[in-house]
């Protein structure tokens, strides 16, 4: 739906989408009532409890199975069917959501240059999708960053997912980030 005298580029991105590393699924699972999602910080230090990169611009189900597609050179169909592309960890149907990201596609990621990732995301953005590749690369290089650091500890990839309200006041503000990809880390 569309608000009156706003554009559809006017509104604010529907979902949040903040990619985190954590050990296993039950420890990714702890973020899923903090209003901050894996950005919550940790009581005493002010430190993030999690290295997490919040994404605006990729969603954890259609878009990640698209960049598995590209980076993994398997068809969609193949890439969405792992078990692990975004499998439900923790969630209530209104949400938020905790969804895991493929091993597959976390090592593609991780092993994947700069420049191959934003190689992908000017590829992609000839393919009519509505994300630009001046978004979208340093989107997916912040993204493959976070997949390197999360190999080195073995740690795995997730998506915390949450709806935001449109309405005015949404639309004022504007996509979370001003659209632009965020980062923070444990010390």
């Known amino acids: 739906m569309d608000l009156p005298g706003a554009s559809r580029d006017d509104l604010a991105a529907p979902l949040v989408t903040d990619y985190f590393a954590a050990p296993t699924d039950a420890v990714a699972a702890t973020v899923v009532h903090q209003e901050a999602g894996p950005s919550v910080l940790a009581r005493g230090s002010g430190r993030p409890l999690f290295d997490t990169v919040r994404l605006p611009a990729v969603e954890p ?10 980076l993994c050179a398997r068809p969609y169909a193949e890439v969405t069917a792992h078990p692990r592309h975004g499998a439900l960890v923790d969630g209530a149907d209104e949400g938020p959501w905790v969804v895991t990201v493929s091993d597959e ?6 092993a994947a240059a700069p420049e191959r990732l934003a190689a992908v995301a000017r590829d992609w953005a000839t393919t009519g999708t509505a ?50 990809v965020r980062t923070s880390r444990p010390a």
């Open 61 to 70: 189900f259609v878009m990640l199975g698209r960049l598995a597609e590209a």
């Open 105 to 110: 596609l976390a090592s593609a990621l991780a």
């Open 131 to 180: 994300a630009a590749p001046d978004r979208l690369a340093p989107a997916f290089v912040a993204l493959g960053e976070l997949a390197g650091r999360a190999g080195q500890v073995r740690h795995a990839l997730y998506c915390w997912t949450r709806l935001t309200p449109l309405g005015p006041a949404a639309v004022a503000a504007g996509p979370p980030s001003g659209g632009r």
